[in-house]
Antibody
Framework: QVQLVQSGAEVKKPGSSVKVSCKAS????????ISWVRQAPGQGLEWMGG????????DYAQNFQVRVTITADDSTSTVYMELSSLRSEDTAVYFC????????????WGQGTLVTVSS | SYVLTQPPSVSVAPGQTARITCGGN??????VHWYQQKPGQAPLLVVY???DRPSGIPERFSGSNSGNTATLTISRIEAGDEADYYC???????????FGGGTKLTVL
């Protein structure tokens, strides 16, 4: 059973960057894809982008293409999401989620990381 | 970009059946997945590939998909089913994931 454990809550200033980690345990890291999904307070789910570690380059939603970078470290089975040029509207819970390579359904989710952007 | 439309809210009495719709252009040609999210928790997959259930999900949860509408049906509603529900597809045109706006299910 694959588990995803995310890094802890962050408080950031506008204009700065944040890097959130998602560590996978159990299963084979290279046999699935990891995506990042964010949820602003009281709002719905928004897909940011994803990566298949064995294939390399990440794919990003158009809304985030300029500001987000998703990377994977095979040696530690960890995926990172870095969001730059933060603004107050980026205050949200950020989830990582896992899907198998032959499905687009997300079977497993991290616990979520609250990122607060405030001056 | 592909858009999924869900009703903002659905209300149903305990023991009755709830139906939550997800509208999209020719959605019947795509695989639709459904998630349940309770306050303060991560989403939980309850139906995948239109109508399949992950292990551990009660048979009360079922799905269908045809034409321009996919539907999540929850029978014999219980108080514990109160949550937000989201539909999701993979848009092959953009190679991106799309979520519906979510539906808040209230158990009366």
């Amino acid at each position: 059973q694959v588990q995803l454990v995310q890094s802890g809550a962050e408080v950031k200033k506008p204009g700065s960057s944040v890097k959130v980690s998602c560590k996978a345990s159990g299963g084979t890291f290279s046999s699935y894809a990891i995506s990042w999904v964010r949820q602003a307070p009281g709002q719905g789910l928004e897909w940011m982008g994803g990566i298949i570690p064995i294939f390399g380059p990440a794919d990003y939603a158009q809304n985030f293409q300029v500001r987000v970078t998703i990377t994977a470290d095979d040696s530690t089975s960890t995926v990172y999401m870095e969001l730059s040029s933060l603004r107050s509207e980026d205050t949200a819970v950020y989830f990582c989620a896992r899907r198998s390579l032959d499905s687009s359904a997300y079977y497993g989710w991290g616990q979520g990381t609250l990122v607060t952007v405030s001056s | 970009s592909y858009v999924l439309t869900q009703p903002p809210s659905v209300s149903v009495a305990p023991g009755q059946t709830a139906r939550i719709t997800c509208g999209g252009n020719n959605i019947g040609s795509k695989s639709v997945h459904w998630y349940q999210q309770k306050p303060g928790q991560a989403p939980l997959l309850v139906v995948y590939d239109d109508s399949d259930r992950p292990s551990g999900i009660p048979e009360r949860f079922s799905g269908s998909n045809s034409g321009n509408t996919a539907t999540l049906t929850i029978s014999r509603i219980e108080a514990g089913d109160e949550a937000d529900y989201y539909c999701q597809v993979w848009d092959s045109n953009s190679d991106h994931v799309v979520f519906g706006g979510g539906t808040k299910l209230t158990v009366l």
